[in-house]
């Protein structure tokens, strides 16, 4: 069983961002998606994961339908993500960020929770578990009392992980985990996100940055003017022709896409400080 | 570090001294108000019913994030259900607790009632069509004449009582008054820390990152506007039996406009800034009496100064009720 896009399509207007990709994910592996800016690879995230309405085609998990329901019934049937710009709830503390995501399951019992203060501090106790749990495992805990606004851009970048893993997602969708990390962080990241490859989950990865792609991803899927253009493994992504003329125009030097990444990087960092 | 070390961290002595000092004055104004004359009383209730009005309309504005200024439309179903249910208008003289019953169902009724229209709405479009909401239920009131007697009102309200104990004198409605407050506010800050109390901070920082993490905004918000009616319409029943008289122009747009500026003034999404908010809004036009059409001149000069030096309200978030009570009986 697995994530199926099947004939998808997404058009605004006259201007058609995906076009017919048909492709599946399987679980137990990484998944990349690659492609030039404007290739259309956060729009299929964002159509995963019901922030977009499809067009046309279909989006299946496990057989069923997610395109047309609500993108909070979405993430209830076990899709979660991470944003390009990242998206905390930053006047919350961290750990905060992570409880609020048992609301979906426990907010049934919020009354009980009001009225009787024994139940309440049984339930707040294991959901703090359960979160400190996933903080420590992003080497978060020392956080967790402070409000995610103030955190270091590469710690909000973690966090923002950490909150899509809370419900343990069967589909967890990354859009650009690495934009506007360092070096250090990346590695960082790299070396959790293979920690997180496991047999029941979907881990879908959109990135710039090909050091990243290439070691951690078990398969890529390569997306151009909203085409789905190649799938495979990454040694036959890098050495398939067309990839190489999609990326580079003429060339076919590997070094240059790394380059418009670093580009890519360095800019985002710059975006990231002037926020901050 | 775990997390009970993290809430067990030493509590700083001037922290402790501060909630020391507030908690003392809070008890000594509570027991000494019924012994002063009967205008004080009077005056403390009157206060009172604000911060209920105010407890009620935090849960919109500050928790949820959703600028409701039609609130006053609650308390208006509250005090008309009274005025309804026991005076000789209809000649129905329903028991005082009865009627707070139907009151918190109407008020949650007419919380759904506006909520699920403007849920799709948010900010300035949420603040005028509530604003309009408000103006309405005013509107109404004023005109079906058969039923509420119009702008002359509904006089003649009983006297309210509970299991024989008689509520009709400043004294007694105070001290009504202080238990509804005291549950309300517990009851309020315990939701606010519960896991629906959560999912309304997220719902207010971001509704669509909160979407995505599988919250039903809708029911969440709908929540917010059912709870923050109820709470509205209580104090509006409580209003009606310690004036036992109701007329519409009890329920202006000013009203609501008020109570929103309690919680700006006082802290936003903080009970303890709500009590802040209501003391100076309510207290210090009575203390200005004397210069009548000075007055609201120098509220005008205050609200400006307090915005400039303390924008996030003379109580922050950061001192709620939590720090007030760990600063009491905390290690």
């Known amino acids: 069983m697995t994530l199926i896009f099947d004939h998808l399509r997404k058009q605004y207007g006259s201007h058609v961002a995906i076009d017919d990709v048909s492709t599946d994910f399987?679980?137990?592996?990484?998944h990349g998606v690659i492609g030039p800016n404007g290739a259309g690879k956060s729009t299929l995230i964002n159509m995963t994961a019901g922030s977009y309405t499809v067009s046309a085609g279909s989006i299946t998990l496990d057989g069923k339908r997610l395109d047309g329901k609500k993108k909070y019934e979405i993430a209830n049937s076990g899709v979660a993500r991470t944003y390009q710009n990242i998206r905390l709830f930053d006047q919350m503390t961290a750990l905060e960020n992570l409880e609020v995501c048992f609301y979906p399951t426990e907010g049934g019992g919020t009354w009980l929770e009001v009225l009787w203060p024994p139940y309440a501090r049984v339930r707040s106790a294991r959901r703090r578990a359960a979160c400190m749990e996933i903080l420590r495992f992003f080497n978060l805990e020392g956080y967790a009392g402070m409000e995610a606004g103030s955190l270091p851009y590469g710690r909000q970048r973690m966090l923002e992980i950490a909150r899509a893993l809370v419900m343990n997602p069967r589909v967890l969708l990354l859009d650009e985990p690495a934009a506007g990390l360092n070096h250090q962080e990346t590695a960082e990241l790299t070396s959790k996100l293979a920690e997180l490859r496991s047999p029941d989950r979907i881990m879908i990865i959109v990135e710039h940055d090909m050091d990243l792609v290439m070691t951690l991803c078990d398969r890529i899927v390569v997306m151009h003017h909203g085409k789905l253009l190649f799938q495979g493994t990454p040694a036959q992504?890098?050495?398939?022709?067309?990839?190489?003329?999609?990326?580079?125009?003429?060339?076919?030097?590997i070094d240059e896409i790394r380059n418009a990444a670093q580009n890519r990087r360095t800019e985002l960092r710059i975006r990231a400080r002037r926020r901050s | 570090m775990s997390v009970s070390e993290t809430s067990a961290r030493a509590v700083p002595r001037s922290n402790r001294l501060v909630s020391i000092l507030i908690f003392a004055v809070a008890l000594a104004l509570i027991f000494t108000t019924p012994f002063l004359p009967n205008y004080y009383v009077r005056v403390a209730n009157s206060l009172l019913i604000y911060i209920l009005l105010g407890t009620g309309l935090n849960i919109v504005i500050g928790y949820a994030g959703l600028l409701d200024l039609g609130f006053v439309a609650f308390y208006a179903v509250g005090a008309y259900t009274y005025g309804l249910l026991a005076s000789p208008q209809l000649g129905l003289h329903l028991p005082f607790l009865l009627i707070v019953v139907i009151a918190a169902l109407l008020g949650m009724l007419a919380g759904i009632l506006l909520g699920v229209p403007v849920l799709t709405l948010r900010g300035d479009y949420l603040a005028i069509v509530t604003l309009g909401f408000g103006e309405i239920i005013r509107i109404v009131m004023n005109n079906v004449d058969w039923l509420t007697n119009g702008p002359k009102g509904i006089a003649r309200l009983d006297k309210a009582s509970i299991f024989g104990l008689p509520l009709a004198?400043?004294?007694?409605i105070y001290w009504l008054l202080i238990v509804v407050v005291i549950l309300t506010a517990l009851i309020v800050w315990r939701m606010e820390h519960s896991i629906l109390g959560k999912?309304?901070?997220?719902?207010?920082?971001?509704?669509?990152?909160?979407?995505?993490?599988?919250i039903n905004t809708t029911n969440a918000k709908l929540a917010a506007f059912a709870t923050s009616a109820t709470i509205g319409s209580i104090a509006g029943v409580i209003f009606a039996a310690s004036q036992r008289f109701v007329s519409p122009e009890s329920f202006s747009l000013q009203e609501s406009v008020l109570i929103v500026l309690m919680i700006v003034i006082g802290g936003i999404g903080n009970i303890l800034g709500i009590v802040a908010g209501a003391a100076i809004l309510i207290l210090l036009p009575e203390v200005l009496r004397e210069f009548a059409e000075w007055r609201i001149l120098f509220l005008g000069i205050l609200m400006v100064v307090l915005i400039i030096i303390r924008p996030a309200g003379i109580v922050p978030r950061s001192f709620g009720p939590d720090k007030l009570l760990r600063g009491l009986f905390g290690k």
């Open chain 2, 169 to 172: 004198t400043p004294v007694e």
């Open chain 1, 237 to 253: 992504v890098q050495a398939n022709p067309d990839v190489q003329l999609a990326y580079l125009g003429t060339s076919n030097d």
């Open chain 2, 199 to 214: 999912a309304w901070a997220a719902v207010r920082e971001d509704q669509d990152a909160a979407r995505g993490i599988g």
């Open chain 1, 26 to 30: 399987a679980p137990g592996m990484i």
